[in-house]
């Protein structure tokens, strides 16, 4: 059989359909420029909320986002509601049968209301990571928002009709927004595995044990990081004061180039979504970064930059401490 033909196989395969639909659609909504506008009002919105706040903002950021889990709260508070509503549609469908209808549409009535209750916090976790998105992710995201606001709705819609005796409308209800809650779910997996949000995106460590000459001391000036590349692996180094500081070239959260990073106040601070970062350990200080920056060993021999992985240390460029 010929390639063309082979191709033409492939694609006339039920899962390739499937496929290339959903391509397609995550494609179509990429392209959708309307959708900044309102996106970027309902960001200044959030950012108007969080600075409301004022020093109880940064920390309420960071536990929305999961900063101090080490990965995203989102994807473990979106776990519950699916649940809860995917236990109440199996619960409508088991009332339908001979037996104990009343107990089982009150424990319906019960699951969707921890759904609806989750749905809240999935949405507020949801929305605080989505803010610091762009382009397609960010056009993506807000109609996975969207959708499942709508689905919300029904969820609230159909509790209310349960509790009025409505029954079958009320089943039917949730039904339709589990339905749109799975449809939205694939728009989320869609951010996630297509563009990364929510990955540590801090790109290979560098591994090698030994002590690597990287840099003439004299050509890192001070409020000026340079990109480095050890064994293939870039790296970044910058002064703070007297210390040299070397940490790997992206931002563990989107990505962020951090040779246009610097330092404030003793941390590593994120050029594009402001993220900060522990110099020594890398541990993040403040979000929406979760994963840590990638830090590495630094000392001053006979003039020359020396990096190793490893824990850093506090080294004086003056004293040549660490060897």
């Known amino acids: 059989m010929s390639s063309y033909l082979r191709s033409k196989a492939r694609v006339g395969r039920p899962e390739e359909k499937v496929r290339a639909v959903g391509d397609r659609v995550v494609s179509v909504l990429g392209r959708q420029g309307w959708l900044d506008r ?11 909320v969080v600075a409301a706040c004022g020093g109880a903002g940064e920390r309420i950021s960071n536990v929305l986002h999961g900063t101090w889990l080490g990965h995203p709260l989102h994807p473990l508070v979106v776990a519950l509601p699916t649940g809860a509503v995917a236990t109440t549609v199996v619960l409508d469908v088991a009332a339908v049968l001979p037996g104990h209808r009343s107990g089982l549409r009150e424990a319906a009535r019960v699951s969707l209301g921890v759904g609806i209750l989750a749905s809240l916090a999935a949405a507020t976790t949801g929305v605080h990571d989505w803010q610091h998105t762009k382009e397609q ?3 993506v995201g807000l109609v996975h928002g969207a959708l499942n606001a709508v689905a919300t709705a029904l969820y609230v819609q159909s509790w209310c009709d349960r509790r009025r005796g409505r029954h079958v409308r009320g089943g039917a209800g949730s ?3 589990y339905a749109i809650t799975t449809l939205s779910g694939y728009l989320g997996a869609s951010l996630v595995y297509r563009w990364g949000v929510g ?4 790109g290979p460590r560098w591994d090698r044990g030994e002590w690597t000459p990287l840099l003439a001391e004299a050509a890192l000036e001070a409020g000026t990081p340079q990109r480095v590349e050890a064994a293939g692996v870039g790296l970044v180094l910058l002064r703070d ?6 940490v790997g070239q992206f931002c563990p959260h989107l990505g962020a180039p951090m040779v246009d990073g610097w330092v404030d106040r003793g941390q590593l601070v994120c050029p594009w979504h402001g993220s900060r970062f522990d ?4 541990q993040v200080v403040r979000g929406p970064a979760t994963a840590p920056l990638p830090c590495y060993q630094t000392r001053i021999r006979a003039g020359t930059i020396e990096v190793r992985p490893g824990k850093p240390t506090a080294l004086r460029a003056a004293t040549g401490v660490g060897e």
């Open 279 to 282: 110099p020594v350990t890398g």
């Open 175 to 177: 039904a339709v927004g």
């Open 241 to 246: 004061g007297d210390d040299v500081l070397a």
């Open 137 to 139: 992710s960010r056009r």
């Open 38 to 48: 309102p996106s970027y009002r309902l960001e200044h919105a959030l950012g108007f």
């Open 199 to 202: 990955v540590d995106q801090s």
